[in-house]
């Protein structure tokens, strides 16, 4: 079957048979599960994947960032739907190179993904869609730093412009701290962005857009530093859970008019409509809601608990996407409940982390993998900074997090830690949106 067809023909049930999922980490680990459990899918492909990829889909080799391989796979493997999982193949334009070789893609383009690409396109894009963010300054000129920071109060927030796989911000009460990492930046030639800090709790809302329709998926919250009690340096996402049980039933809705279906609009407006998933990681404060960061695709690791929970079988809702007919698609159907994940991460992170240590226990219900590969005697080991993310689900918080600590017991990594508080003070009902 040609990818092309699929995209021209009828309505949603011509659903996509061949799925290739293009990342190697637990979102795509709860990518392709999510798929396997779609009854329209009949083969999965996950490239390059891990070790845990590869016991639900086909794994084959691929450099991410190169559209032509990442096309020369999905016609040699004979894709209906290509979806792209990470940010940087998204940014560097992969997307467009699938789809203009005729085939289904969910992903943004690259003029599209600099929504995530570039931290001050995405301020630029909020101020004409009059969207509520931090107030910023991009500073590339290291003779201009101090002067920018006096106009800052304590704590500071200084950004990289560009991807910075969710480290390269530091939030600092310290002014020389905040100053030592501009100039750091700056010294490698990244422009920085410094912005006022937002106060409230945070909330990941995953949408999913196809140019014109917005469609919210349930509001997660995601732990971005590396300690217990938020202590230590961003990450990645440490854990994450789902839904927030202190948030307004409403908050969704609210957040999508407020801010994601403007910046559609807005997009497309430009000439260039987002179309994929619309990540926007907002800051609830006594003013209202804020957008501390949009991304261009499913987060990680809110995708592992966000999927655990969503019924709606993956594939036609992916596919609607990629093909324009999301305003088609019947309502999401989401179970009761909550889940959590707990993140496992290796010897040294977020730092340079430890690699090849041999993980017992990967295997288990509810282990998700990120950075393994199985090696050629068999044994699974650690490929990267966040090696599995482990997922519980439960009737409620409680029940998701004893379920996903439970199952981390059964998991084994020399030198990893995790932390231990995932979900628990929103479990013990400490998380109030300031005002409200
Ligand atoms: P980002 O990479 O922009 O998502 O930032 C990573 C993390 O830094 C966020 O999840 C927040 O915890 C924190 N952060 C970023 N910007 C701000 C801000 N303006 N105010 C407070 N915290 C922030
Ligand atoms: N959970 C943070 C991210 O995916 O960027």
């Known amino acids: ?43 999965l492909a996950c490239a390059p994947g891990n070790a845990g990829t590869a016991a639900v889909a086909e794994q084959r080799g691929l450099d991410v960032r190169d559209g032509a391989a990442v096309v020369a796979l999905a016609r040699d493997w ?17 997307a467009d190179a699938v789809r203009d070789a005729g085939f289904a893609c969910f992903g943004p383009g690259a003029e599209a993904a600099r929504i995530e690409g570039s931290k001050g396109f995405a301020k630029d894009v909020m101020a004409a869609a009059g969207v509520p ?36 911000v530091v939030v600092s009460e310290d002014l020389d701290a905040a100053r030592a990492h501009a100039m750091h930046l700056l010294d490698e030639g990244h422009p920085v962005l410094l912005e ?54 409403d908050l969704a809705d609210e957040l999508v008019r407020l801010v994601v279906q403007p910046v559609a609009d807005e997009m497309a407006k430009r000439g260039t409509p987002f179309s994929g998933l619309l990540y926007a990681g907002l800051a609830l404060t006594s003013n209202g809601p804020s957008v501390i ?16 929970l ?19 698609l019947p309502p999401l159907e989401w179970s009761d409940g909550a889940a959590v994940t707990v993140v496992v991460a290796a010897d040294g992170y977020p730092g340079t982390p430890r690699l090849g240590d041999v993980i017992a226990g990967g295997d288990g219900e509810g282990v998700l993998h990120a950075g ?10 650690s490929a990267g900074g ?37 979900g628990l003070r929103a479990e013990k009902g400490e998380i109030t949106v300031p005002g409200r």
């Open 133 to 168: 963010t931090a107030a910023s300054v991009i500073v590339d000129n290291p003779a201009r730093l101090d002067d920018a920071l006096a106009g800052f109060t304590p704590p500071y927030v200084v950004k990289d412009d560009g991807l910075a796989a969710g480290k390269g």
């Open 196 to 249: 006022a800090y937002l106060d409230g709790p945070e909330a990941s809302l995953f949408c999913l857009v196809d140019g014109t329709a917005v469609v919210p998926l349930l509001p997660a919250q995601d732990f971005k530093r590396v300690g217990d009690g938020d202590a230590g340096p961003n990450t990645g996402g440490m854990g994450a859970y789902a839904p927030l049980p202190w948030a307004g039933a």
């Open 310 to 328: 969503l019924r709606t079988p993956l594939a036609g809702v992916l596919h609607a996407v990629a093909t324009g007919r999301l305003a088609e």
């Open 78 to 94: 004979t894709a209906d739907l290509v979806v792209i999982g990470p940010e940087i193949p998204l940014v560097a334009g992969v």
């Open 1 to 43: 079957m040609n990818g092309a067809q699929v995209g021209e023909s009828g309505p949603l049930s011509s659903l996509p048979v061949r799925v290739l999922v293009v990342g190697s980490g637990a979102r795509e680990h709860a990518l392709v599960l999510a798929l396997a459990q779609d009854p329209q899918v009949t083969a």
């Open 372 to 381: 393994t590969r199985r090696r050629d005697d068999g044994a699974t080991v």
């Open 293 to 308: 960061e949009f991304n261009c695709r499913f987060g990680d690791p809110e995708t592992q608990v966000v999927l655990a």
């Open 386 to 422: 966040r090696v599995l993310s482990v997922v519980g689900t439960g009737a409620d918080l409680a029940a998701a997090r004893a379920e996903a600590y439970g199952r981390l017991e059964g998991v084994h990594l020399a030198g990893s830690h995790h932390r231990t508080d995932i």
